[in-house]
């Protein structure tokens, strides 16, 4: 980063199509949920969106123009980058996106730049390094065992525990046992990515948080910090880390 100004921290964007009630519908746009500039913004970074291109060549320019990167949520990732079928209970999903965001991971990673990845930026993650996912948590076959993961009201609210490895780069930011978190996920990591180390799982054995010994930069969390920095400072500090290593 060069010290004369703030990091400059490029969030992933999705693509929204209007609906029929929209202005255009069909129209195709490139959004980013405001928490995530919010996220960036108080903990002193410069907020970039990096809005979604088919040219992965753009994608790895894109990298290379910020100093840290945070992969954000958004639809299902194709099950098709794990080698599955979909299943009756996928989500919706964006193939291009999927390149995209595994082009951005793959150039923050080979330029040493700061990595936070956020509900499908984890499975984003996990999937590039050869992981699976649950497409469904109700695949997961853990009966009564199964906690909710989805928000029932609002995102905001802290909705389980989650435990911490205290043997992972994770712990030392956080340093505690368990930490009460958002949620709002129903895809999960079912077999963990080539070099991973789960850093955190919920009650019913979900896997909530990656690090990977290789990439000490990358940190990557099934919950949502940017819904709750405001309210926990064990959210915030995961920004707050990302920006101190920008």
Sequence with gaps: MNMKRKPIIGISGGVRFDKGNDPFPGYPRSYVNEDYVKGVEVNGGIPFIIPVTKDLEIAKAQVAAVDAIVLSGGDDVDPANYNEEPLAKIGSTYYERDLFDYTLLEEALRQDKPVLAICRGLQIVNTYFNGTLY????????????????????????????????????????????????????????????????????????????????????????????????????????????????
């Design 135 to 246: 497409q469904d948590l109700s695949y997961a076959n853990l009966g009564d065992k199964l906690i909710k993961h989805m928000a029932p009201n609002n995102i905001s609210d802290f909705s389980h525990h989650v435990s911490i490895n205290d043997k992972t780069e994770l712990y030392k930011l956080i340093p505690q046992k368990k930490v009460r978190v958002n949620s709002l996920h129903h895809q999960a990591v079912k077999k963990v990515g080539e070099g991973l180390t789960v850093a955190a799982t919920s009650e019913d054995g979900i896997v909530e948080a990656l690090v990977s010994e290789k990439y000490p930069k990358l940190i990557a969390v099934q919950w949502h910090p940017e819904k709750i920095f405001n309210s926990s400072k064990y959210a915030n500090i995961l920004f707050e880390n990302l920006i101190k290593q920008a």
